[in-house]
């Protein structure tokens, strides 16, 4: 599979297009003024406990405190981490009992922590006092002795193999643990052990930092939006990365050199006046990336709902009427509509409770055929994702880690006429709304002359459909009311003003 990774940076944005076999199927998005927190490690200063949400929250000399869980000051909580892959531990490791936040934490202590969670809305960071810090094969955990291997590593040879180098070939330091990442697949020792030299010599690094510095400061920034997706998304398969920005394209080359020494790749420096993603034609896949319909090839559509409490996504035949019966144009149409909404899922970058309706089905083998396909084009997916089976409704639920804003929300702010709605009152509502509006200006201060500036459609249904009503509250108040259409104004705004 031909798979190019294209890189630009323009008007203060780094934008990172994945694509395989020309088409778009991961997107990344960097702002210079929006400063990005996974994966940093600050020395903060324990600014309020909660023994009642078993919790603290951490000045950490940003906008917003860090929210510290208990059960975080105490344990890794891994299973959040996206970029992280989820580990299989030693065996025997004892569960510690969780202890109350005030028996752990205390108002003015000092404490190191690693932010796990980006703030999301009116959320600040959420904070683990155990750290992971990544390579390209390895993740270094600082005070845990463990060795993991990821899970999605299922060949057993293969993992056999890497316990093996581990327990037999590799130097690394005491007092820390890997996980070994997905990536690591038929590495040899010598390229473990370059992992581990590089991720020791930054742990020295970051601990030798700790000591220097003055609490709420950062300790340690994560890799930039090209270096990371260097570290985590090139592979053997990658054929072509392309970048249109000299500086980037000069640091990338540095960055690849001693990241990835050895390692023969084609990097191409873009010249053409052309912009990149408009060269490769991808740039209404992206715009397409933020509206609610996307449409399948047969004919069908999935439509996709980002609420604040969960992502609801429904899948429609559309134009799609097959060619033999319902139950069998159902099928097909749920089939291609479980790889487009797997994608989807990882080109929005959404997170959190996602419910999707497919298109229900009678047949037994069909759902289990279903499930299979989505389970499957769900593993290509980075973040951690819990499915559970397709209920009786034809619904699948899962759960997608969130540990960023969503694509679209870091694109978009919510609309301030609708507010998030997604609607606005219709032109009969509002034109009723006016009359209700003028009503209550002239109150009983009768025998005045009153202009209304509305909307347009508004004013055009006020004088026609409307215009016994204008004239009833006419006589009933003796008073003359002249209705002004304004292009300028909303639907739903409405402007009175009295004539002296």
């Known amino acids: 599979m031909k798979r ?38 600050y020395k903060g200063k324990v600014k309020t406990v909660i023994p009642g949400m078993g919790a603290a ?122 996980i070994v990442r997905t990536a690591a697949e038929g590495k040899s020792e010598k390229e473990f052990q370059r992992d581990i030299r590089y991720l020791t010599k930054l742990w020295k690094r970051i601990h030798g930092t700790i000591d220097q510095r003055k609490a709420p400061c950062i300790i340690h920034q994560e890799l930039s939006l090209v270096e990371r997706i260097i570290r985590d998304h090139f592979d053997e398969d990658t054929d072509t990365i392309v970048v249109d920005h000299q500086d980037v394209y000069r640091k990338l080359l540095k960055f690849m050199a001693i990241y990835l020494p050895g390692q023969k790749v084609q990097v191409d420096l873009y010249r053409d006046h052309t912009p990149l993603f ?64 797997a994608r989807q899922l990882r080109l929005r970058d959404v997170g959190g409770i996602i419910i999707i309706d497919f298109i229900d089905m009678e047949r037994h083998e069909h759902r289990k055929a279903l499930y ?12 951690k994702t819990n499915i559970l089976k397709i209920s009786e409704l034809g619904l699948v639920e899962m759960t997608r880690q969130r540990i960023r804003p969503s694509l679209e929300s870091a694109v978009y702010n919510t609309c301030p006429y609708c507010e998030g709605k997604g609607m606005v009152k219709s032109p009969t509502t509002m034109a009723i709304q006016t009359i209700k509006e003028l009503r209550k200006a002239i109150g009983e201060t009768h025998g005045r002359t009153i202009n209304a500036y509305v909307h347009p459609r508004v004013s055009e249904r006020l004088l026609t459909q409307d215009q016994r009503s204008i004239h009833l509250l006419e006589k009933q108040t003796r008073s003359r009311i002249y209705i002004f259409p304004d292009t300028n104004l909303h639907m739903e705004d409405v402007n009175i003003t009295f004539v002296k």
Request: charged fraction near 35%.
């Open 4 to 41: 190019e990774i294209l890189i630009s940076m323009d008007a203060n944005e780094t934008q990172v297009a994945i694509l395989e076999e020309g088409h778009l199927d991961e997107y990344y998005i960097e702002r210079l003024d929006e400063s990005r927190m996974f994966g940093n490690i």
């Open 57 to 178: 929250f951490v000045d950490l000399g940003t906008k917003k405190d860090g929210f510290l869980y208990v059960g975080d000051a105490m344990k890794s909580p891994l299973d959040l981490d996206a970029e992280y892959d989820e580990a299989e531990h030693n065996k025997g490791h004892q569960r510690e009992r969780v202890k109350s936040i005030d028996q752990v934490l205390k108002v003015g202590q000092e404490v190191i922590v690693q932010i796990v969670k980006e703030p999301i809305a009116n959320k600040g960071p959420r904070l683990t006092t155990h750290f992971s810090v990544p390579a390209r094969y390895l993740v270094m955990m600082p005070g845990d002795e463990k060795i993991g291997i990821s899970r999605r590593l299922e060949d057993r040879k293969e993992r056999e193999r890497i316990r093996q180098i581990f327990r037999q070939e590799l130097d690394f330091p005491k007092g820390v643990g890997f």
């Open 278 to 341: 408009e060269k490769y034609t991808i740039e209404k896949a992206i715009e397409k990336t933020f509206q609610k319909t996307v449409f399948l090839k047969s004919g069908g559509h999935i439509v996709i709902e980002q609420t604040e409490g969960l992502v609801a996504i429904d899948v429609n035949t559309g134009k799609f009427t097959g060619h033999r019966n319902l139950e069998e144009t159902v099928f097909k149409n749920n089939m291609e509509a479980a790889g487009e909404v």
């Open 372 to 383: 299979r396909t989505f389970s499957e084009a769900v593993k290509k997916d980075r973040a």
